[in-house]
């Protein structure tokens, strides 16, 4: 089964409102999260990298105050896109991470953000 | 920087075909180099993964050799079937480990016919 969950799987808002992306980890603790999003036909570009409990180091390029990562607990990150334009439509993934050394690596099946 | 590059796709197969799908990369240092694959509605899965110049990563008939001469790490699988239908990625570890961040080549759609 699922290791990782994000909800929504897809989401069509309009202009101007905010969403929030849900990320869990079912099976193991994630003391880094990782967000990314995906433009069609590009690469998945990493947005930001969260600790639990710390505030999230975000990407060159990418808004801090538009893209809210909340980390607050080993099981659970959030993603609020703010004031979403049309621009920021998109496919974001997450990406729970273990303590280092552990091999096995768990990517969300995305969130796709769609803005009218 | 860092950089993947691979090759563009969609790439469409039919059943027992020979598959090849090239990656190329930039990078300072020693990075882990990984193939990912996404199946349709399902999350990015690690196929294989080498660490080191002339390894060879081995996943479910497919192998890639990591070859720093020529900065690649092709995928192949010597015959394909419907079940592999799915898009593949290509990826560098930034950090040399697996646990940190990833930098990804755009994907390549794999579609076999029967």
């Known amino acids: 089964g699922a290791v990782v969950s994000q909800h929504p799987s897809w989401v069509i808002c309009k202009s101007g409102t905010s969403v929030k992306i849900e990320c869990r980890s079912l099976d193991f603790q994630a003391t880094t999260m990782f967000w990314y999003r995906q433009f069609p036909k590009q690469s998945l570009m990493l947005m930001a990298t969260?600790?639990?409990?710390?505030?999230?180091?975000?990407e060159q390029g990418v808004e801090k105050d538009k893209f809210l990562i909340n980390h607050a607990s080993l099981t659970l990150s959030t993603l609020t896109v703010t004031s979403a334009h049309p621009e920021d439509s998109s496919f974001y993934i997450c990406r729970p991470s273990r303590l280092a050394g552990t091999d096995t690596q768990y990517f969300g099946p995305g969130t796709r953000l769609t803005v009218l | 920087g860092n950089s993947v590059t691979q090759m563009e796709g969609p790439v469409t197969l039919s059943e027992e075909a020979f598959l090849t799908i090239n990656c190329t990369y930039t990078?300072?240092?020693?990075?882990?180099l990984f193939w990912y694959v996404q199946y349709p509605g399902e999350g990015l899965q690690l196929l294989l993964k080498a660490t080191k110049a002339d390894d060879k990563g081995s996943n479910k008939g497919f192998e890639a050799t990591y070859r720093k001469e020529t900065t690649s790490f092709h995928l192949e699988k010597g015959s394909v079937q419907v079940s592999d239908s799915a898009v593949y990625f290509c990826?560098?570890?930034?950090?040399?480990?697996?646990?940190?961040?990833?930098?990804f080549g755009k994907g390549t759609k794999l579609s076999v016919k029967p």
């Open positions: 990078a300072t240092g020693y990075p882990s």
């Open positions: 990826a560098l570890s930034r950090d040399g480990g697996s646990q940190g961040n990833l930098i």
């Open positions: 969260s600790n639990e409990g710390s505030k999230a180091t975000y």
